[in-house]
């Protein structure tokens, strides 16, 4: 069965320094792997994805994400994190066997808290 | 951005009454998709389509239904609301069919809160 795995709930993090939020995943076939955001309130905006070639994919905001195929893993970065960063974030795979209208396969979310 | 919209953003209702949650995308995507997510907690599928008279149930079972008359239009009815229908519902949609597609983007709308008192 494909998953995936968020194992921070929160992560904290100062203004100006780097962040990571970590995801991995297990699927069968080749993966398809996204990220979006959540602000409170609100619907899922799509920060980026990774379907083949590069593995380090750059996305909206300022966030890049690193596919590592043999950790099964790909984490959302960014150099240096602004206030306005604080949310809900998602990592997803889409269904490589096109189940169900190949729906996205949702970690829990991690609350991301950036501090002045 | 996306160009999905849903309809009402939040919603108050009694218990036993009906409610249809109203979800329109005009990107002409075949594909659409219902979530449930109650509040910090991760996304469950409740209903799909593949297009235009396709409806399909999710991984999560869910005392509502959906209709898919147009391409543009996937609403979502509950004919007796209850407490425990109480959650956010964000709909969603994407291009392409077939396995070939499966790197397509699925773009959210921007949610109804639905609270069942």
């Known amino acids: 069965a494909q998953s995936v795995a968020q194992p921070e709930d929160q992560v904290n993090v100062a203004e100006g320094n780097p962040l990571t939020v970590k995801c991995t995943y297990s699927?069968?076939?080749?993966?398809?792997l996204f990220w979006y955001v959540q602000y409170p309130n609100r619907g899922l905006q799509f920060l980026l994805k990774?379907?083949?070639?590069?593995?380090l994919v750059k996305g909206s905001y300022g966030f890049e994400a690193e596919f590592n195929k043999s950790q099964t893993s790909f984490h959302l970065k960014k150099p240096s994190a602004l206030v306005s960063d604080s949310a809900l974030y998602f990592c997803?795979?889409?269904?490589?066997?096109?189940?169900?209208?190949?729906?996205?396969?949702f970690g829990q979310g991690t609350e991301l808290s950036v501090k002045p | 951005e996306a160009d999905i919209y849903q309809t009402p953003r939040y919603l108050v209702i009694g218990t036993g009454k009906k409610i249809t949650l109203e979800c329109s995308q005009t990107?002409?995507?075949?594909?659409m998709y219902w979530y449930q997510q109650d509040p910090g907690m991760e996304l469950h599928l409740i209903h799909y389509?593949?297009?235009?008279?396709?409806?399909e149930k999710g991984d999560l079972s869910s005392e509502s239904t959906v209709s898919r008359i147009r391409t543009e239009h996937f609403p979502l009815t509950l004919e007796s609301a209850r407490p425990s229908h109480t959650s956010q519902y964000l709909c969603?949609?994407?291009?392409?069919?077939?396995?070939?597609?499966?790197?397509?983007?699925?773009?959210f709308g921007e949610g109804s809160w639905l609270t069942v008192v």
């Open positions: 969603a949609s994407s291009d392409g069919l077939g396995q070939l597609s499966s790197g397509n983007t699925i773009y």
């Open positions: 699927v069968s076939g080749n993966p398809y």
């Open positions: 990774y379907i083949t070639g590069d593995n």
């Open positions: 997803a795979v889409r269904d490589a066997y096109y189940n169900q209208g190949g729906k996205l396969i």
């Open positions: 990107m002409g995507h075949d594909k």
């Open positions: 389509s593949y297009g235009v008279n396709s409806t």
